[in-house]
């Protein structure tokens, strides 16, 4: 069974801290990665998407990817009232199905 | 650019009703996918297609289903509504780049 793993929170934060989010998953083959935003209500938004070791800068948000240890993370900088949210995980091991972790709930405290 | 347009946005069912969720893209993506995501939890692909005349089963196929006769559109068929499916409801599309979603079907079944 392929799966991606991760902590359902709530992950609280103050503002302007660092939150960080990470996502284990079990498919060695998998190449792509993204990380999605879901608030309450909506569909998920597209925030990144990475494909190789490292990582990856846009804006207040850095996406990491270990292939090796198997897991992506999330780094929010600077986080923000608005930056609460369910963050999903997905990983497409190239079978046509992406797989998504179950999210994990972000509370950003002004 | 539309992107992905999912119609109704809201609809509540008595159970043993029939009803189409429908589903259209204007990004020539040929993968399009129906996922359900129920109250705190992560997202359930039922089925998939990817491309004009082919579909093929997610996880959770049972009491719904799908045709593809055009590369836009993918609706998605549920013959005798159950209070089982009731749930929020996402189409997304994508070819070689991450899911596009939909604003989501949230369906009632009383």
């Known amino acids: 069974q392929k799966e991606v793993e991760q902590n359902s929170g709530p992950l609280s934060v103050p503002e302007g801290a660092i939150a960080s989010l990470n996502c284990t998953y079990s498919?060695?083959?998998?190449?792509?990665f993204f990380w999605y935003r879901q608030y309450s209500g909506k569909s998920p938004e597209l925030i990144m998407s990475?494909?190789?070791?490292g990582d990856k800068e846009d804006g207040r948000f850095t996406a990491q990817l270990n292939k090796a240890s198997q897991y992506v993370s999330l780094l929010i900088r600077d986080s923000q009232p608005s930056d609460s949210a369910t963050y999903l995980c997905a990983v497409y091991p190239g079978t046509y199905k992406y797989i998504f972790g179950t999210g994990t709930r972000l509370k950003v405290l002004a | 650019n539309a992107g992905v347009t999912q119609t109704p946005k809201f609809r509540i069912l008595k159970i043993g009703q029939s009803m189409t969720l429908q589903c259209t893209q204007d990004?020539?993506?040929?993968?399009m996918y129906w996922y359900r995501q129920d109250p705190g939890m992560g997202l359930k692909l039922i089925y998939y297609?990817?491309?004009?005349?082919?579909?093929d089963k997610g996880e959770v196929p049972n009491g719904y289903n799908v045709s593809r006769s055009t590369t836009e559109d993918f609706p998605l068929r549920l013959e005798l509504a159950a209070p089982s499916q009731t749930s929020v409801y996402f189409c997304?599309?994508?070819?070689?780049?991450?899911?596009?979603f939909g604003n989501g079907t949230r369906l009632t079944v009383t």
């Open positions: 498919d060695r083959v998998s190449q792509s």
């Open positions: 990475i494909y190789s070791n």
């Open positions: 997304a599309s994508s070819y070689d780049s991450p899911l596009h």
């Open positions: 297609s990817v491309g004009a005349g082919i579909t």
């Open positions: 990004m020539n993506h040929n993968y």
